[in-house]
């Protein structure tokens, strides 16, 4: 029998490998005496639940953050949003660039992998970048709202507490919390309630747009600088989408959750829920108590999920665009996908096909799975598997009465939302296997 090599592994199935033994990695620290509080005690099964739950940063839970973990544990449970969050790879290239490591082919086909790039040029600059941006976020979030907290908690140390673990959990869309119910004990502080949709946001439309961003505003020639069709097809798509949930939701509300809500009060309820099913998690209010329609359109949202190379599962925002767009060029009578003057490459569109499909299969054979072991309603299970594949973490509040079967589907679900279809597709081969020959082409009657 041949022993295994890292080296016969092919970039995503490293990358698979890795995200393994990251949570293998957060298991043994979460295992620590020091992680819980005296007297909590939790099975093996909800020890790794909570493990992947954090390094996916999806943020559903089976035990209270705040009434489970000691100040030592909270802060080990950032280090694993933050690993989580920021990219197996990009924390990676930092400790290589420490260690002296030099950035080989290898490493670069890694770092390409993990960040959804086609190309291996300037890959450890982006790194960098990626982190140097995060970083930053995080730390004057956790200044701005930690500062701003000290009108809530009687103690600096408290309220800075709060501050660093909200940034870092909206940052990462990682919707953990340690307020003890999300963001309700904010649902009127609209402050609050911005700051966290800008960090969510940031955190969501993908690291590649916000290098872009960043070179764009730095640039000296700003009239010769222009976006990458990447970046305006996810920006539009995302901005989209946000605007599309605050709506639907305004709408399927207006005459039940909003009946007694002033406008602005209805307005940034509907406005935060649709900013947070995009991975982020943190909630304003109870979502259990909205109507099926909306539900079912937060469904849809979590489903779609963030955009590549960011901190959220799902999809992804360009896959649901090149579908839409594929629909409405074929409608046309077109053979081709062109946008913003760019024609789409026809192996982008053929992944997110792909993509697309496997993720309703493998969605649609979880919540079959999740019928036959889980006393809970269609509603609900729909709900905790959209919310697990996009590593969204709404819940209507079934996670902690799941049973160990229910469990390990949605770790299943939170796991392979984190590390993308493609790579779940290539775990049991290599990525390019061309054939060198063609059998004869025929035409067969679809639709």
């Given amino acids: 029998m041949k022993v295994l ?3 016969n592994l092919s970039p995503a199935q490293l990358i698979v490998l890795f995200y393994v033994l990251a949570v293998l990695l957060s298991v ?37 953050t705040v009434d489970t973990f000691s100040t030592p544990g909270i802060f080990i449970l950032l280090f694993i949003l933050q690993f989580g969050g920021i990219g197996i790879m990009t924390l990676g290239t930092f400790f290589w ?77 990682a919707g953990f919390d340690i307020t003890g119910s999300s963001l309700i004990p904010f649902a009127q502080d609209y402050f609050v309630q911005f700051i966290n949709i800008i960090l969510l946001t940031l955190g969501a439309i993908g690291f590649p747009v916000l290098i872009e961003v960043k070179d764009y505003l730095t640039s000296k020639k700003l009239n ?36 007694d809500k002033s406008w602005h009060e209805s307005f940034f309820y509907a406005f935060f829920q649709s900013s947070t099913t995009r991975n982020g998690g943190l909630a304003t209010m109870d ?31 360009t896959t649901f665009a090149v579908i839409v767009l594929l629909i409405f060029s074929f409608s046309k009578g077109q053979k081709n996908i062109k946008v913003f003057r760019r024609e789409i490459h026809e192996e982008d569109i053929i992944k997110s096909v792909v993509v697309c499909f496997l993720a309703i299969l493998i969605c649609f054979i979880s919540l079959v799975i999740l019928t036959q072991t889980e006393p809970f309603s269609l509603m609900e299970l729909l709900f905790e598997v959209c919310s697990a594949f996009g590593t969204t973490g709404l819940s209507m509040g079934i996670t902690p009465e799941l049973s160990m079967i229910g469990k390990i589907v949605i770790i299943s ?27 004869p082409k025929e035409r067969i009657i679809v639709g």
């Fill in 28 to 64: 043994a620290l979460l295992s620590l005496p020091i992680t819980l509080k005296p007297g909590i005690e939790w099975s093996f099964v909800d020890l790794i639940f909570t493990a992947v739950s954090a390094i996916s940063v999806t943020g559903l839970a089976v035990v209270s």
């Fill in 97 to 173: 660039l420490l260690i002296g490591k030099k950035i080989g082919l290898r490493e670069r086909q890694l770092i390409s992998k993990d960040q959804n790039r086609s190309h291996l040029s300037g890959l450890v600059h982006l790194m960098k970048q990626i982190l140097a941006i995060i970083i930053l976020i995080e730390f004057v979030g956790a200044m701005i709202l930690g500062t701003y907290f000290l009108n809530y908690f009687p103690t600096w140390q408290e309220a800075y507490l709060q501050g660093l673990f909200a940034s870092v959990s909206a940052t990462t869309n």
């Fill in 224 to 259: 010769k600088r222009h976006f990458t069709l990447y970046t305006q097809l996810t920006t539009v798509t995302f901005f989209a989408l946000m605007l599309f949930g605050t709506i639907v939701i305004l709408l399927f509300e207006a005459n039940h959750f909003f009946a």
């Fill in 413 to 439: 679900l939170m796991f392979i939302g984190r590390i993308g279809i493609l790579s779940f597709i290539f775990i049991f081969h290599k990525e390019t296997q061309e054939l060198s020959y063609h059998y």
């Fill in 287 to 317: 979502v259990s108590e909205f109507t099926v329609p909306t539900l079912l359109a937060i469904c849809f949202l979590m489903f779609i999920g963030a955009s590549p190379s960011s901190v959220g599962g799902g999809i992804r925002t």
């Fill in 5 to 7: 090599k890292l080296n």
